[in-house]
């Protein structure tokens, strides 16, 4: 018993889904705002509306990340329900049949045929619906699909990462700004990158690398455009 409360292995594959919505929702927000409000400077727009732009594409994108991760999510939720009215309607009608669905479940994973069946049975007779979803479609209650939450944590993934170049715009409304948001939003989407990698088992270096390649990119192109439109309008 002390071996085994001294082995305690650290799994990060859980992290996966509350990971990947945060860093999307983060960077997208970082990268989007940052480049908005870079591309309205370097147009040599007025401070006020630069602010303004930037404080439109943070509301707009926060309800719009929470829009669309609720809508895919609740889709999600949806298939899992009626899977479950589903499975439940089969046990009601069919329990021996999904009983014997089960074991070879099991025998398929490894387990002996009679061992196969007496645990398919005790599991049965413990949680039969839950253990049917588990281990036979996937559906896992702690993985279940929360449209609310998701949405939630979205929105609020992207107006942290949007704030940053918002609060630039308002801080500095004077020359200087677009080197500024280039320098803030690059360090920040690096540390981002890192950070995520590094809670997702890896070293760090090649995730902030992938975000400043894909950053740069976008604020290159919003630069370019925000220039040549001013350019044209001056």
């Given amino acids: 018993m002390d071996a085994l409360h001294e082995h305690i292995e650290s799994h990060r594959s859980q992290r996966a889904g509350w990971l990947r919505a945060a860093v999307l929702g983060a960077n997208d927000g970082l990268i989007s705002t940052g480049s908005l409000v870079l591309g309205m400077a370097t147009a040599q727009a007025a401070p006020g509306a630069i602010l303004l732009s930037g ?18 999510v609740s889709s999600q939720s949806d298939a899992e329900a009626a899977d479950a009215r589903r499975e439940a309607d089969a046990l009601r009608d069919h329990p021996e049949t999904e009983l014997a669905e089960l074991a070879e479940i099991y025998e398929r994973r490894g387990l002996e045929s009679s061992l196969a069946r007496e645990v398919a049975v005790q599991l049965t007779r413990h949680d039969s619906l839950a253990t049917h979803l588990r281990d036979e479609l ?19 993934a992207f107006t942290a990462g949007a704030l940053p170049p918002v609060l630039l715009a308002w801080l500095w409304p004077g020359p200087g700004l677009a080197a500024g948001i280039v320098a803030c939003t690059l360090v920040l989407l690096a540390v981002l990158g890192y950070i995520a990698e590094r809670i997702a088992g890896g070293g760090g270096v090649k995730g902030a690398l992938r975000v400043l390649f894909w950053g740069a990119l976008a604020q290159g192109a919003t630069a370019l455009i925000g220039h040549l439109f001013g350019v044209a309008t001056a």
């Fill in 138 to 156: 996937g559906i896992q209650d702690h993985l279940r699909a929360r449209p609310v939450q998701a949405a939630l944590a979205s929105a609020a």
């Fill in 55 to 72: 404080v439109a594409g943070l509301a707009a994108g926060a309800f719009s990340m929470a829009a669309g991760e609720y809508v895919s």
